[in-house]
Every structure is written in C-alpha cells, then in structure tokens.
C-alpha cells in the first residue's frame, strides 16, 4: 500500500464523517466546538455560510450526518447534530450586521430564479452579495417554497422561516410572489443573462384504485392539502383520518390532522415499519402522538356508501425475497382488512412537472422526462438554464436543494465571467497545529462518555390542539453543551510526520481504539487483517506513512479514532501532532476563480 | 505526559479472553512517565501478556523498589496487589510476601539503579534461592530520575547525554542472575513486543526465579548518538537469540517448525516454549554454554536478546524449604497450635 498523500484535502475531509456526508459540507465539529463554548452566534454563521438555513435545518434536516457520525461507532448513538443547529439558531445573539451587505454596485448581469424555495434563495445568496441582480419568481404568496408549504408550522414555526428568508431577500433580491411561470421559452425571451430552476417537485401522485372518483372530496394529496392547511385554506379534517403513505410527508400529514379535529389517525404502508422512508425520528413523533403505523397493507378499494366514503380495503401482503435478492410484496392469501375513515390523505410519492418548460428550446429531457442536469455544475443543456433542488433529480430535501444551490451559482458566477465550468475550484483547505503545550491544545480532548440527550418537548397536551404550536422544545443550554461535548472533534486530525518517529511504540500503546499499528509493508487488504485490531470497516481509510528507520510502517485506522490526542501527547518527537483541519466548499465569488488560476499557474 | 485518563471507549471488536476480561481491564492508572519511555511499552507488554495467560487480576502482586522503572507497576494491573518497597529492597519484600502467601503470581519491577546498584545483593540473593517470581529489570543505563547521571549497567565507553564518557565497567545482570542460580535467564527490548511478550508468558509459567533484562531506552537522558541505550543502538546491534512461542499447557500445540531448526521445552505445568533458533546454535539448557553465548557476543559488541537460559525441572523457595502445601497465611491457629497432645508426641520423638 503507498503512503497515503494527506496533501489531497479529500483524505482529511473524508475523515471527518459528518462534513463529508453532509451536501453542503457544512464544518459540523467547528461550529459544535462553538457551542460549546456558548459563542451561539459564531455557530450560526458558519452554518449560515454553508447550509443557508440554519434554524430551519436544526429542526427538519434529514441528517445525513447523524448516520455517518462516528461517534455512533464509538458507542452507541451519533452526536444529535441536527439539534446542535438548532441551539445556534434559538441562542445566537442578533447577527443582521454579519451577513453581507447589498452591493452598492451591480455588475449588471441579471439572474432569474424560478420557484422561491431552498436551491433558488441559496443560489440568490451567493450571488446578490457579488452584484448580480437576482429575482426570484413563485407560485406562493411568500418565499421558502416547500419549507413553507409541506413542512406543518407546529415542526417550523413561520417566525423562523420568515427570518432567514429573509436574511437572504435583504440581499437586494427581488421577489415576485403569486406569479407561476408558465413559460420558460417567454422567461427566456427576457433580458436575463442565467436562469435557475428551482421549482421543486411539486406534484403529489395519486392512487388510482376503485372508488377514488366517486369519494374524491374526502380524499386529498398530501402535499397540496399540506399546502392548503399551511396557508390556511384548509383548517378542519374529519374525525376518523387514514393516510397512505411512507415518507416524512405522511408523517407531516398525520400528526397535521391529529392537529386539525383527526381523532382517528391512521398511517398505512405498503411495506414493512422498517424499509419506511420515513426518517425514524419522525416515524417516532408521530407515534409519540397516538397514531398508529399498519404495515404490510396494500390499497385496493375506497368503499362508500352512495359516494360518501366509508372506509378504504386493504390486501395484506408480505415480502418475499427472490433468487435476486430483490424484495417483492405477495399476497398473503389472508382475508382483506377494511379501515373505517372520513378522510383520506394520500402520501405516496412526489413527482418532478415540466409543462412549462418547452420542448423545442433546446433542453433535453430524458426518458422519465427529467431535464438532463449535469451532476456538477448543474447546468441544463442549455448553456444559460440550470436546475437545482428536486427539480434537477427529483425529490430529495432541503439541505441536498441547497448544496445544489452552491454549485449553480458557482457555475453561474464562473458562465458570466467567461470562466469554463467545468473546471470546479478546489476544497479550500487549510491545517492548524492544536499544539499549545506539553498536554495542552487549542481543542478539549477529553472525551466524553455521555450518552445521547433528548431534546425537550412541551407537554402533549399544550400543542396536539394546535396546527402552529412548536412541539419539539430543542436543547436548553445546559444539555445543550453535555451534547457539544459528545462530539469527539474528528476535523483535529492524527498527522504524522515519518522522519521524526523512532518507533517506540508509545502511540501503539496509549491508543485506547487500537487504531494505530507499527508493522511491515503491505497492500491494503493484507494490513486490515493484522493491524493491533482488525480494520474490517472498508468505507474508512487507512493512514499509511513512508518507510520508517527499520522499514516498517506506520498505519492508522481512521475508523473509530475518537481524535483524543493521546497518540500526540505520549509522542516523545512530536511525530504525531494534532492538526485541526479547516475545509471550505469554494461558492461562488471572485476568490474561487483566483484560485483556480493559481493553481493552472502552478 | 498526560493528565487525562485513557478514555473508556475501546475498539468494538476488543476481545475478551477466558476469564471474560479485555486486554483493557488488565490496565492501571495513566502512566506519568516521559512520553516515549521504554518503561510504558513494556507495561503495555505485561498487560498483553496478563490477558493472554488468562490471569485473574486479584491473585497477582507486583512489587518495585524506587526509581522511574518502580513507577511502573501503577500503570498496569489497577485491580492487583501492589507494594512499593524501599530503594532496591523489592526482592526481599517480595520473598517475604510469597513465603507468607505462595499462591499469588509475583512479578518484581526493578531498575538498573535499583538493582545492579543499591539493591545489588538483594537482588543476587533472590535469585540464589530461587524465589518463584518474574523479576523484570527495566534497563536504561541512566539515572533518569535524577537527571541523567550514568547507572551501573551503562557501558563503559558510552556517552551521557552531556558528552561525558562512562568509565566504570558495567554490571551485566544476566551473567549475574546465572551465576546466582536464577533458573529462567532472558533479555529482550522494550520496542520489540513480539519478543518480550512471549517471553513474559514463558517467565510467568516457569516455576522459580525468572529474571529478564529489558533494554529500556530512557528518552530523555539516554536515547543520543553515543549512547548503547538507545532506540537506534538497539536496532543496530541487537542479535536475536532465538523467537519463542509459548503455548499453554491447555492448548494444542500448533506451531510446527522442521526438525533441526526448533527445539521444545516442557515447563513444569505442562506448557510448552518452541523456540526457533535463529542464529547460531545456543544450547539454552546448559549454563556454561549460555555464560559462554553472552560473553561471546558482548565481545563481538552485540546484545543478545531472546531467552538465554532455562532450568525447566527447576525447584522454588518453598521446596527448598519443604514448606506445606497450604499457603502459610492460610494456616490457622488450629494447624499451627496443635495442642498439648501433638507436643508431646513430637518431644517424646526427640527424646
């Protein structure tokens, strides 16, 4: 195995698990350090630089983080990051006087934006602070688009998606509220140099089973009824409520009707509790609420009495694997299960609608009919349309709409200065020894062995009447830093310098993962068999340095390193140091450009 | 040099052994020593060795003098017996404990100071009467805690880290702990833990004085170009005696070398060390050939390590003595007072 090049900065952003996983690749450790040390409103703004929403994140993120964090390997359970965010938010002083400033000079180059939620206010933040002119086209009254429409205000009160939209429209954004684009052939007929499509996925499927015709008024799709309740055109359900459905937005749909006069709640799937593409936590809330998830039940008739719903019938199916491996659900043969119910949500899937985008201007779609997107720089085919969000690969969420959101206006800033594009400015990386004294560093290093904390929830009974109502209370300060504490700093990195180490195996020793062993040369696979203990987690890095004196190597299992530095402190020569690494995306702005050229130079 | 704790997280797959205990459970307090000290990576060892022989923590007592390699004992075995004696009167403490109580496994922590000079005499006459322990000596050649002047075991013609020359003639303690009758006779090497691990199993399961010398490099004081002490110096000029594989009584023996190139040594319990004779032929049974292996080397400027000599039908302090089979501790007044009548059957056999 060659000596691994920790000079390419992916080596070191790989390690840090939560910022790799995360779209936006937001410096997760960095801000909870933050946190921890109570500087709420330095947390926010590096939040704010990468992920644009922070307070609405902290409170829907889907998490991609948790999942990767290493602490869930360490012990049991991630940091609750997502949280974390939202205690920034909740906690941070005013920050108005941070955020950038409109230009007083435009650079005269005018951007469209179609739809006003995630991916076109991230890619108008990145490029009204540089002058461009961005204005910002949706349907809806108000700007946030699917944050505002689908997400129920009892999960993410309006006062915090008003506010850091906020943030963004102050930016000297023009938003058009209440106008659809029904055109994008007259939206390009206009004078504006690139447009964004950022218009979400915005039809809910049906389900088309006998019966749905003659009860359609007791039946709704769950995104446009979410829709509805959150702009208060909808405001009652019936008593007895069946949704249909899976995901997070049947979960939304749900707990919104046990908010809305659904006494009898329920959630039925076609597939097991677990395959669900709920995340758990809401699967969680939702039951915490009295609603009851059934699974294994397929629809297969609305019945109704002369056109008045009574109930739907369901097929009780099981799954079964085939040679394949595919999982396939058959029919138990067990007689069919009938669910009264009054109304019926229907939350089985979102899909992409392109009606008003033409066919004959020059962008191609493929056989889904989906735009055909490029992945990195998110352009269409033609040159002066991108898309982003789930309009550019269907539905995903927020903090995935917004990484898009980056990368067009990176490509957008880059177009508009007769850049290529395709030449993407690299991760901006830059390494600071932690180093402050004989066992003194500029990180805590004490690792903490406090299990998971929960976040605090008002009394159930204080919000189950409330369509608005915030139930989730967040962390208060004091579990909010034993939380903080739990991070284990994976961005202070292990860096190891060969030439000083004489091998006496103080690292080795003091190691309390067994990460790090001294032994022959080898290839991969036959390292992670003999190291001190097996590395058989082959998604994390081996950290293999040069030859050493005696022409052994030194190797480092990335895995389960909770970066405490004691490999660093027990080191006599100083051959190991801790070394926090600061990794930042390149967004649009004049400093990525610059970069790049340097590095052409080089 | 750390003033956290080690912290309690360990490897997911960390291995328990058969009396249901991690590697980990065999550690002591966080070591206070110089980072890099020889000293913690032969801790590290012991606690390597403990968990593989299966040892219950409790019926083992570790023993030191004074001086950095006596500190050591507090940073492996948290849930042992410890005593830290007097400077260099470890093996007298220690022959006391295991005359008292024979059940115990003892292991004597000692440094070149503590026993090639104050304790000089406590530590030939322990191994003269063949006290069942493993007496580890952690050799440094230096003074460490007093800042670096040269011990008794340092070379002569080696160089302090000030530039001065050493020109006494050092103590070679194994020649020593042979001459005195010490039954189990090894050197090894701090950073070679494959080497001294096996070794430490084979020591513990010997019945009688064992004795090895660890070359322990003192980072701070003696590990500079003219020092015999050091990493470097080790590694250029350390001859490998033999390998070992110890292999517990219980175990099937596995380990196969070729005739001619291995031999076999059954220890009084059964167990059983394969030894692959890497250089050279030593005949580790025979004293005057092992004496005449290491004076030939020391000539030749090269450091033997591996095991240098083994007496496996040896005989401890107990059965020289002809002691009973109960521990003494555990006699009562009852055994120990027979009463009048057992009295005057004993002077009636004087008579």
Known sequence: ??????????????????????????????????????????????????????????????????????????????????????????????????LPKPPEQKNGKRIALVGGGPASLAVARDLAPLGYECVVFDQDPKSGGMMRTQIPKFRLPETVIDEECDYILNLGIEFV?????????????????????????????????????????????????????SFGHIDRIGKRVIVLGGGNTAMDCCRSSRRLGGEDVKVVVRSGFEEMKASPWEKEDAMHEDIPIFNYLVPKEFTHDNGKLTGITFEKVKAVRDAKGRRDLVPTGEPDQHFDCDSVLVAIGQENAFPWVERDIGIAFDKYDMPLVDKTTMQSTLPR???????????????????????????????????????????????????????????????????????KWAPVETYINSISVEAELGFDLKTARAEAERCINCDVQTVFTKETCIECDACVDICPMDCITITTPGDESDLRQRLTAPAMNIDQSLYVSGSLKTGRVIVKDEDVCLHCGFCAERCPTGAWDMQKSLLKTAHAGAGCKDECRAKEVA | MTYLAKPKFHHPSLPKNEVGFTRRDYEGKVSTLCAGCGHDSISAAVIQACWEMNIEPHKVA??????????????????????????????????GANAANKDLLYFGFSGDGDSASIGLGQFAHAMRRGVNMVYMLENNGVYGLTKGQFSATADKGSRSKRGAVNADTPVDTVSLALLMGATFVARSFSGDKRQLVPLIKAAMAHKGAAFIDIISPCVTFNNHVGSTKSYDYMREHNEVANCLDFVPSRDEITVDYEEGESAKVTLHDGSVLELSKNRGEHAFRDKTAAMNYIQEHQVKGVIVTGLLYIQPEATDLHEHLNTVDVPLNRL????????????????????
């Open chain 1, 385 to 455: 349309v991108f898309f982003g969000g789930d309009a550019a690969f269907g539905p995903k969420n927020i903090i995935t709409a917004v990484a898009h959101g980056h990368e067009a206006a990176l490509s957008i800033d880059l177009m508009l200065r007769g850049e290529d594009i395709s030449r993407r400015p690299p991760l901006i990386a830059k390494m600071l020894s932690q180093k402050m004294g004989i066992h003194e560093w500029g990180y805590r290093n004490s690792v903490s062995v406090e299990e998971r904390h929960n976040t």
């Open chain 2, 62 to 95: 570790k023993l030191s003098g004074i001086g950095c390699s006596s500190k050591t004992p507090d940073y492996f075995l948290g849930n042992s017996h410890g005593f830290n004696t007097v400077h260099g009167r470890m093996p007298s403490v220690l022959t």
């Open chain 2, 332 to 351: 009562t007044e009852k055994e120990l007072c027979p009463g009048a009548a057992v009295l005057k059957e004993i002077n009636a056999s004087l008579r």
């Open chain 1, 1 to 98: 195995m060659k000596p691994t090049d920790i000079a390419v900065p992916d080596y070191f952003h790989k390690v840090v698990d939560c910022q790799w996983a995360c779209p936006a690749h937001t410096p997760v450790p960095e801000y909870i350090r933050l946190i921890a040390a109570g500087r709420y409103g330095d947390a926010y703004m590096i939040n704010w630089e990468s992920n644009v929403f922070p307070g609405i994140l902290g409170r829907t993120c889907d998490r991609p983080c948790e999942p990767a964090c290493r602490r869930g390997r360490v012990e049991k359970e991630p940091v609750a990051i997502c949280r974390l965010k939202r205690v920034a938010a909740d906690f941070k002083d005013d920050i108005r006087d941070r």
């Open chain 1, 177 to 229: 509220g209440g106008k659809r684009i029904d055109s994008l052939k007259s939206l390009l007929a206009e004078d504006f140099d690139a447009i964004f499509v950022g218009c979400g996925a915005p039809r809910g499927r049906d389900l088309d089973i006998p019966g749905r015709k003659e009860v359609a008024k007791n039946i709704h799709i769950g995104i446009d009824w979410l829709s509805s309740v």
